[in-house]
């Protein structure tokens, strides 16, 4: 018995010898291929070779791997606009949460770089070495530049500092900074003006940057602060995107939207090239620090804390808290329509665990506590983690209506996961981080008439690629890197819900990066395939 066994295996080594070597990487057969450009699908057969889409129609060669795709569809992988994972990709590169969504890019940077301008060479070089499983571009932040120059409070910088904050953005856009970000929601982003970020968005003109930014206000003065935007990118002479668009005050649905999507086309007809993303929740996700006026942090993060454990500061804040958003601060209690519609997703204590998932109100109620004591309580507790909950804004309606614009892409505004199941990186359990990519086609495609499939992948994939300057990514054609997704329709569905967040989706089987199968049969194969992607800046030197 054994010499037969060893005389069967010599003859599968002499056949494996003398067969012809493959034509191909991977074939991708019989599917049914959506080329990201929003044109309807074509059968054909799709190769890949050398990390790259190197024909598309009947392919008589053979691939290294074949794969079966009849009844599924073909699409490019996709981008997402509004990633958080710049922290957590240095911990762990799997990002399996982004890629069971059909995710093969991210571009993060809402909050900026993990570290300093000048140590992003250094950054992208440990992410590489490391290996990522996705491919990753970021911006930075202005705030970081403010901060260093000026620390973290209030207070207009002098003209050799707001020169030493345009050095810092100058550095990072050489360095391979897709633009510059604010957060004008969250001090001390909020502090800054108009004029000091056209002044920044200058800079990063000059290497053909973006202003992309969590703006001012997405409640009550939404179309002011699209105006704003609109204003820096105009005078900043920067493209400008903005970031999950919404709008976020319950008593303007149904008109804030449409007034603010005004205004951007409005823009776009004289030229000035804004565009925007959006997630598909009717809740955002943030801390539970955006509850306190924005005075309370004006001297800094430390006096910010002393100031929430003073009663007496405490009964101002809540008097401002019950009469609405104020200049300078978004009262998010106010645009949720109170404390009944605020959810504490995770109070990073074992005290208050329980209430995971209970309104502020409920919580109150429960501990014979005012529901905004509860918030800062719970803030405190939590510390030095970042307490976090959901506050319920947003309407249907009005995310149906921002999705039909043609220049709104996909933006989970959720990081990777360090562990797979787990919460992202961020420490919030929003069906976002899980859900999002898909069920942009399950929810807005298959359950309502929202969108065309083409359409929905075209601002998934081919709409952001162009929008980024990605000219290699985001189409399946010949010479384009091979980052692919195959997908069943019929299967397909958004398994994250509120109640279940890090539930996985369904119907996304295999996904490709840079020409290497990632996700084969709906699990991580461990391959490390994704690539950094840098803003190239003339003149720049190189990392």
């Not at 291929?33 to 990390?51: F, H, M, T």
């Not at 990519?437 to 601002?459: D, G, M, N, Q």
């Not at 397909?492 to 996985?504: E, Q």
Request: proline letters at 5%; one cysteine or more; hydrophobic letters at 40%.
């Amino acid at each position: 018995m054994k010499t037969k066994i060893l005389l069967g295996s010599a003859l599968a080594a002499l056949l494996a010898a003398n067969s012809p070597a493959p034509d191909y990487d991977i074939v991708i057969r019989n599917g049914r291929v959506l080329d990201g450009a929003g044109n309807p699908w074509v059968g054909a057969d799709v190769a890949v070779k050398d990390g790259r889409v190197v024909r598309v129609g009947q392919i008589a060669g053979r691939g290294a791997k074949e794969i079966d795709a009849t009844g599924r569809y073909v699409s490019p992988g996709f981008i997402d606009m509004m990633d958080q994972s710049g922290r957590v990709l240095l911990k762990s590169g799997a990002a399996e949460n982004k890629l069971r969504m059909g995710v093969t890019t991210v571009i993060a940077g809402e909050g900026g770089t993990p570290v300093p301008a000048a140590d992003i060479p250094n950054y992208f070089r440990q992410l590489e070495q490391q290996g990522i499983a996705i491919n990753f571009g970021t911006y930075y932040s202005a705030t970081q530049a403010r901060v260093k120059v000026m620390g973290d409070g209030a207070g207009s910088p002098t003209a050799a500092q707001l020169e030493a904050m345009g050095r810092e953005v100058r550095i990072a856009m050489d360095n391979g900074a897709f633009g510059i970000t604010s957060a004008l929601i969250y001090p001390p982003s909020s502090f800054q003006t108009t004029s000091d970020l056209v002044t920044l968005a200058k800079v990063a003109a000059q290497c053909d940057g973006f202003y992309a930014t969590h703006m001012r206000d997405e409640s009550e003065g939404l179309v002011q602060a699209v105006e704003e935007a609109i204003e820096i990118g105009e005078k900043g002479g920067v493209k400008v995107e903005i970031f999950h668009l919404k709008g976020a005050y319950a008593p303007g649905w149904g008109k804030l939207m449409p007034e603010a999507l005004a205004a951007i086309n409005a823009a776009r007809a004289r030229g000035v090239d804004v565009a925007a993303d959006l997630y598909p929740y009717t809740a955002g996700g943030t801390g539970l620090e955006i509850i306190a006026p924005s005075w309370v942090w004006a001297d800094g993060i430390e006096k910010g804390i002393e100031r929430l454990r003073d009663p007496k500061v405490r009964e101002r804040m809540k008097k401002e808290v019950a009469a609405g958003s104020m200049p300078g601060w978004s009262n998010l209690v106010h645009a949720s329509g109170g404390f009944q519609n605020v959810r504490l997703a995770n109070g990073f204590s074992d005290k208050y665990r329980p209430y995971h998932g209970k309104s502020l109100a409920e919580i109150g109620k429960a501990l014979n506590r005012d529901p905004a004591d509860v918030a800062w309580d719970i803030l405190l507790e939590g510390l030095p983690n970042r307490s976090v909950a959901l506050y319920f804004m947003m309407s249907e309606q009005d995310i149906e209506t921002g999705l039909k614009q043609p220049w709104v892409s996909i933006g989970s505004d959720a990081a990777a996961s360090e562990t797979f199941g787990e919460m992202d990186a961020l420490g919030l359990p929003h069906p976002r981080a899980y859900g999002t990519f898909p069920r942009i086609i399950a929810e807005y495609v298959k359950r309502r008439p929202v969108l065309s499939l083409e359409e929905a992948v075209r601002k998934m994939t081919g709409w952001p690629a162009q929008r980024m300057g990605l000219s290699d990514r985001g189409l399946i054609r010949e010479g384009m890197r091979a980052d692919i997704v195959v997908f069943d329709l019929g299967k397909l569905d958004d398994g994250a819900s509120w109640d279940k967040p890090m539930a996985p989706p369904t119907g996304i089987e295999t996904v490709i990066v840079n020409g290497v199968v990632t996700l084969a049969d709906g699990k991580h194969s461990g391959a490390r395939a994704g690539a950094v992607l840098r803003h190239a800046c003339e003149g720049a030197s190189k990392p």
